[in-house]
């Protein structure tokens, strides 16, 4: 029900947007997370929005330079990633949550299948 896109290879400094493509109630009824998992590392959060889009929420280290963003009409959520760093690179995890907006990964419900972002130094 979640389908990652737009992951790719970027300079340092460059940017990329993802893409999370949701069907059924997890469009607009359910809070949207960004989580990431590089080689050999647990996976982290990076970024939820709540249903409506009111509050966001973002780990510490790509606060200021990544922007989490939905249109329902078009059950999409956006990841904007600008000011690329090397240790961004990882597999970027969309996935969705009754709950209210959270960066737990135990209390999302639904994940889709990851979109690779590796960024050069």
């Known amino acids: 029900q979640l389908q990652a896109s737009g992951g790719g290879l970027v300079e340092t400094g460059g940017s990329l947007r993802l893409s999370c493509a949701a069907s059924g109630r997890t469009a607009t009824s359910y809070s949207m997370g960004w989580f990431r998992q590089a080689p050999g590392k647990e996976r982290e959060f990076v970024a939820t929005i709540s249903w409506r889009g009111a509050t966001t929420y973002y780990a510490d280290s790509v606060k200021g330079r990544f922007t989490i963003s939905r249109d329902n009409a078009k059950s999409t959520v956006y990841l904007q990633m600008n000011r690329l760093k090397p240790e961004d690179t990882a597999l970027y995890f969309c996935?969705?949550?009754?709950?209210?907006?959270?960066?737990?990964?135990?209390?999302?419900?639904?994940w889709g299948q990851g979109t690779l972002v590796t960024v050069s130094s």
């Open positions: 996935a969705a949550t009754r709950n209210y907006t959270s960066p737990r990964t135990d209390e999302y419900d639904y």
